[in-house]
């Protein structure tokens, strides 16, 4: 892994300000929903009656169930979107701490994910990173599965076959363990930004 010099317009660590940001909090989010998801999905695969094999596919075969599946994807929807939501808000305040407000919101700011990352480590830290970098290929995780949410797409079924769902919890879990495993990866590149990563020893 290259490393270069830091540019000479990136700010030192510790420096004196205030910041406004949540990004600590969507990675706490995260994991609490996480583990209401795992208990939730749990219950119901204890509770799932024998004749019903092949699953449900109206409300009117078994509303409680029913209902409790709804919940259940709804939580698993919420951790994938809160673990890319913690990712993104903590690259943009890395950005705004690391740059200052106004030339990350000129240089950075609207550029998609990887390249974002691979930006404010090559500026402000002289770290050059790839797509195969382990850091890069968590964040793609996390990327793939919040935007498969966030921009659905329709498909006509005469012409193809159904996408499978996203297992669940699976799918949520896959995407807690990248998020982690991205905050991990970023701490071993930028030893000196640990204090920030981890600014919510809840996580």
């Excluded at 809160?82 to 701490?97: D, H, Q």
């Excluded at 998609?112 to 830290?125: G, N, Q, S, T, V």
């Excluded at 896959?174 to 919510?200: G, W």
Aim: charged share 25%.
């Amino acid at each position: 892994m290259p490393h270069l010099a830091r540019s000479r317009h990136a700010r030192p660590f510790g420096i004196e300000g205030a910041w406004q940001t949540s990004d600590y909090r969507y990675r706490l989010f995260a994991h609490q929903l996480m583990t209401e998801l795992e208990a939730i999905a749990a219950a119901i695969t204890l509770d799932w009656p024998p004749g019903l094999s092949e699953g449900i596919t109206s409300r009117e075969q078994h509303p409680d169930l029913w209902d409790r599946c709804d919940h259940r994807d709804r939580l698993s929807d919420s951790v994938r979107v809160y673990a890319a939501m913690s990712i993104e808000g903590f690259l943009n305040f890395y950005g705004v701490y690391r740059l200052g407000q106004l030339a990350y919101e000129r240089q950075v700011v609207d550029k998609p994910l990887f390249y974002k990352l691979r930006a404010l480590l090559k500026m402000c830290d002289g770290v050059s990173i790839e797509a195969e970098t382990p850091i890069a290929k968590s964040l793609q995780v996390v990327s793939r599965s919040r935007n498969l949410l966030v921009h659905p797409i329709a498909r006509e079924l005469s012409h193809a076959n159904p996408e499978p769902h996203a297992h669940v919890p699976g799918e949520a879990r896959a995407v807690v363990a990248a998020m982690e495993s991205f905050f991990t990866e970023f701490k071993r590149l930028v030893p000196d930004a640990a204090f920030l990563v981890d600014r919510s020893s809840d996580a």
